[in-house]
């Protein structure tokens, strides 16, 4: 080879490595919002084996129950892989031709010999269970035996992290199509790294799911309100919204006002509002049907629930009366489900309060009417049920979690705002630091995401101390040997650069430094106020200290060490 052809050969080869270097960072640029909030949803896994999450495992006895043995009921699997909460307990009473002769819920007839027979059904809708059973199912064929943590890791991977991810997609289109993109881009990382999504898209319980349904139910009928998406559209909408029970119960409260969207904005005049209603029911109908049969099998009718069979007589009366124990409201559930300072939707995601301001008059525009008035209409349904239901059943959880599917329809209204305030300095630095705040706090809770309902302050007392202390989830960096801190280092530097871009994305051009100024403000009082909540009196104080040790003796990985192997020899969740 000629010095020139080497030469030449060189300064091509450099030409393409340049060229390939600047589409990527165009890529970069033009995608972060959903590139740093995938990279830490993918990145974590924050589990505690030894508290065996009962929300999720109940739903995953299932699934093994499914695979294994061919059956809904988890006797054996419980005899196999150990008890666990949240379960259905069916105490059946025979007659002498061997026919089922009565129903009742197993604490309601221990000890009476008739009711001998008892079967055993997670209390949840079955939608998760089955979603894990392919899982499950390649993991056996593959590996055979699957412990407890591998089985946990890979059903929430598949079936809640995933789907939380893909949802982000449709949440920054439909938020493009209304918004500024660097607003649209701004709200988008917040609502991903700032809100209940991240916290439950990390964990295998239902509520972010419920949320992606609903979502894509309502995403399918905008796209069909502007001609964008064929009639087809609205059967789509339909299987979705018959996806979003099955998945939760709760989460019927949307579907009515999603309803009356879909066939009040469907093009075509009446004979196009009766094609939409036809379309949605076919899609419905088949998952309805599947919902009826399931608890026709597990339960005896097809419109009885788990939450009639609970084998814990203390839950048993939150959900008794009203619709699963929707009654009426109560002052303390709403003012601690949206302000308190240990999981209100607000104090955990501030910027969420910016949606208030944003259903003001003003913003209800022909584009914008339809969806502003479904936003309000779905607020004031789950302003309802969170204030009618029983606060002390959210149990161990980071925020409300039964709101969590509320959340995706608080964000135009909150973005409408936000657009409007980038015109005045104080205002623009308000929405930034918010939008911080939010992504800092609910991604420090995420990282713990088990927070028992007894602390005061959970952010100030154990999450953030346990970030400092180095106590970090288990990460795709531990789960292969690498410590913490250094493993999950990546997945705080994307919480602190998502919020540091999306704070900047909001303030104005001009007089940049004043908003900055403001938004810094905003965080310090906001963030001072929170942390000077503190244990009312010494008797709590001491019991919220025993609850930070219990916590700390039982958190994984612990500081300088890899996280346990993912797929040890023995199933760890065995008693």
Same mark, same amino acid.
């Given at each position: 080879m000629?010095?020139?052809r080497?030469?030449a050969?060189?300064?091509?080869t450099?030409g ?14 033009a995608?972060? /919002?959903?590139?740093?909030p995938?990279?830490a ?7 505690l084996p ?5 929300n999720?495992? &109940? ?5 093994? +129950?499914?695979?294994?043995h ?8 419980l005899?196999?892989?150990?008890y666990?909460?949240d !379960?259905s &307990?069916?105490?059946? /009473?025979?007659d ?15 000890g009476?010999k008739?009711?001998g027979e ?8 079955p @939608? @998760? ?5 392919p899982?499950? %199912? ?6 055979g ?10 059903a ?5 992290v ?6 982000l997609?449709?949440?920054?289109r439909?938020l493009? +199509? ?6 649209a881009?701004?709200v988008t990382?917040?609502?991903?790294l700032?809100?209940?999504?991240f916290?439950?898209?990390e ?5 972010q ?11 399918a009928?905008w796209?069909?309100?502007?001609g964008?998406?064929? %009639?087809?559209?609205?059967?789509v909408?339909?299987?979705f919204a018959?996806l979003?029970?099955a998945?939760e119960?709760?989460? +019927? ?18 004979r196009?509002r #009766?094609?939409?209603?036809a ?5 419905v ?17 097809? #419109?009885?629930t788990g939450?009639?069979?609970?084998n814990? +007589?203390a ?5 008794v009366?009203?619709?699963?124990g ?11 489900s ?8 607000? %104090? ?5 309060l !910016? ?11 022909r584009?914008h009417?339809?969806?502003l ?6 607020l004031?349904l ?18 409300p979690r039964?709101l969590?599917? @509320?959340v ?13 305030a980038?015109?005045r ?6 929405? /930034? ?9 609910t ?8 927070i028992?309902?007894?602390l005061?302050?959970a952010?100030y007392q ?7 202390k180095g ?5 795709? #960096?531990?789960?292969i ?5 250094w493993?999950?280092l ?7 650069a998502? %919020?540091?871009?999306? /704070?900047a ?8 430094k ?9 965080v ?6 929170h942390a ?7 008797a ?16 994984l990985?612990r500081?300088?060490?890899p ?12 008693r």
């Amino acid at each position: 080879m000629t010095p020139g052809r080497g030469s030449a050969i060189l300064l091509s080869t450099l030409g393409r490595f340049g060229r390939f270097r600047a589409k990527s960072l165009s890529f970069l640029r033009a995608h972060w /919002a959903l590139l740093l909030p995938a990279f830490a949803y993918l990145y974590i896994f924050p589990y505690l084996p030894e508290l065996r999450s009962p929300n999720e495992l &109940c739903r995953l006895h299932q699934t093994r +129950a499914l695979v294994d043995h061919g059956t809904l009921e988890i006797n054996r699997v419980l005899r196999e892989h150990g008890y666990v909460g949240d !379960l259905s &307990c069916v105490a059946v /009473a025979r007659d002498a031709q061997d026919n089922i002769e009565e129903r009742r819920a197993c604490p309601a007839v221990r000890g009476q010999k008739r009711f001998g027979e008892q079967h055993y059904f997670p209390s949840k809708s079955p @939608l @998760l269970s089955f979603m894990a059973v392919p899982v499950y %199912a390649a993991l056996k064929a593959f590996f055979g035996p699957v412990p407890e943590v591998p089985l946990v890791f890979f059903a929430r991977f598949f079936c809640t992290v995933l789907p939380g991810v893909l949802l982000l997609v449709l949440v920054r289109r439909f938020l493009r +199509a209304k918004l500024e993109p660097r607003v649209a881009d701004a709200v988008t990382v917040a609502y991903a790294l700032g809100t209940l999504a991240f916290s439950y898209s990390e964990l295998f319980m239902s509520h972010q799911t419920t949320a992606v349904m609903v979502f894509v139910s309502f995403y399918a009928l905008w796209r069909a309100r502007r001609g964008e998406w064929p %009639a087809w559209g609205y059967l789509v909408a339909g299987l979705f919204a018959g996806l979003t029970v099955a998945a939760e119960y709760t989460g +019927a409260l949307g579907l009515v006002p999603l309803a009356i969207y879909g066939v009040l904005t469907a093009p075509g005049g009446a004979r196009g509002r #009766l094609r939409a209603a036809a379309l949605g029911l076919a899609g419905v109908l088949p998952l309805a049907l599947a919902l009826a049969w399931y608890h026709h099998a597990a339960f005896g009718s097809p #419109l009885a629930t788990g939450y009639k069979y609970l084998n814990d +007589a203390a839950y048993q009366g939150w959900h008794v009366g009203g619709f699963l124990g929707i009654k009426l409201p109560d002052a303390r559930a709403f003012a601690l489900s949206f302000f308190s300072p240990l999981r209100g939707l607000f %104090a955990l995601s501030p910027f969420l309060l !910016l949606a208030l301001p944003g259903f003001a008059p003003r913003f209800w525009t022909r584009e914008h009417r339809p969806e502003l008035a479904l936003g309000l209409a779905v607020l004031a349904l789950y302003t309802y049920f969170t204030s009618s239901f029983t606060y002390d059943s959210w149990g161990w959880t980071t925020g409300p979690r039964h709101l969590t599917s @509320l959340v995706p329809f608080l964000l135009l209204p909150a973005g409408l705002f936000i657009q409007a305030a980038r015109a005045r300095v104080a205002l623009a630095g308000l929405s /930034a630091g918010l939008v911080a705040l939010s992504i800092l706090a609910t991604s420090a809770m995420t990282f713990l995401n088990y927070i028992p309902d007894s602390l005061t302050n959970a952010l100030y007392q154990v999450a953030l101390p346990f970030i400092g202390k180095g106590y970090l989830p288990h990460n795709l #960096l531990s789960l292969i040997g690498v410590p913490n801190p250094w493993a999950g280092l990546p997945a705080v530097l994307a919480i602190v650069a998502s %919020a540091v871009i999306a /704070a900047a994305m909001l303030l104005p051009a001009e007089r940049w430094k004043g908003s900055a100024l403001a938004a810094l403000a905003v965080v310090a009082v906001i963030a001072g106020g929170h942390a000077s909540v503190r244990p009312e009196n010494p008797a709590r104080q001491r019991r919220d200290e025993g609850t930070f040790q219990f916590l700390e003796q039982r958190y994984l990985p612990r500081p300088g060490q890899p996280s346990p192997p993912l797929w040890g020899a023995r199933d760890e969740g065995r008693r």
